[in-house]
């Protein structure tokens, strides 16, 4: 009987012991490695290649306002392209830092989020709503965050 209880006590703890050591082995597993974003062009390219033709056809929509469905179309995208740019000014390696920049980079999201689905619903007075707020995004990133950015002096007519 005492052999029983004693082979019992010992399968137990064995058990006990191989749960505990799993237990630790998985607690100190790697973790799944994150997906590795790659910047592929630099601050310069990102805005004259995206972020400012996107945000122009935003800030100039009554130039041209879209009458077709293609235009429509058009808009639409542009709107999302500068909503996910945002994201792109967020990427490690880009962010200038984590106060100021990232809430400006949120709102660029926030507005073009909100311009793409304005565009959704061929809501032009919509888009133009938005105007001011980007201009201000845009603005006040430029001055925080770009050399020279309204503290030219002025140019000086020579007579």
Known sequence: MRSLRTTRSLVVCVIAAAGLVATVALAQAPAAPQPAFQAVG???QLM???IYPTSD???YVDREPPKSQHDWDVLR???LTMA???NLLMMEGRARDQ???IMESKMLIDIGGKAYKAAQ???IDGIRALNDSLNAA???CHYQYRPGYHRRKPVIEVK
Do not use: L, Y
Request: charged residues 25%; hydrophobic residues 45%.
């Open 57 to 59: 056809a935003i800030f």
């Open 84 to 86: 996910e740019s945002g």
């Open 42 to 44: 630099t601050m310069r």
């Open 121 to 123: 619903a061929k809501d």
């Open 48 to 50: 004259i290649d995206i």
């Open 99 to 101: 106060k100021n920049w």
């Open 77 to 79: 995208t542009q709107a």
């Open 138 to 140: 845009c603005v006040v």
